[in-house]
């Protein structure tokens, strides 16, 4: 069974993701910040990271710069932003996907399932 963390700092939006998540038969681990990601990796064994961009305290482009200090699993980034160069930059500092909020679940399943 795969670990996979949902880093998002809306609550219906990351509660939403779990239910989609389990539906599946993957374990979820939720955190509101990316702090607060960086310490369940550290604690658990993770094979997928879905990272919102915008959240407090530390944003998601930050957690995956210091995620990729020291690990390989893949990352999925959540964003509002649908700017071109947005996508680009959270490629560049280390994301595998980029999806754009709104997104539908069967989307952000496929690329999580792929």
């Known amino acids: 069974m795969y670990n996979i963390l949902v880093v998002e700092d809306d609550k219906e939006i990351r509660d939403g993701i779990e239910i989609f998540l389990k ?3 993957y374990n979820v681990y939720k955190a509101e910040d990316g702090l607060k990601g960086l310490e369940i990796i550290k604690d658990t ?5 879905i990272v919102d ?3 407090p305290r530390m944003d998601g ?3 995956t710069m210091r995620l990729r200090e020291a690990y390989d699993f893949p990352v999925i980034m959540l964003s509002a932003k649908s700017e071109e160069t947005d996508k680009v930059i959270g490629l560049n500092i280390g994301a595998d996907d980029y999806v754009t909020k709104p997104f539908t679940p069967l989307e952000l399943m496929a690329r999580v399932n792929s």
Do not use: D, V, Y
């Open 61 to 63: 482009i930050t957690m």
């Open 23 to 25: 539906s599946q038969n």
């Open 45 to 49: 064994e993770i094979h997928l990271a």
């Open 53 to 55: 961009i915008m959240m």
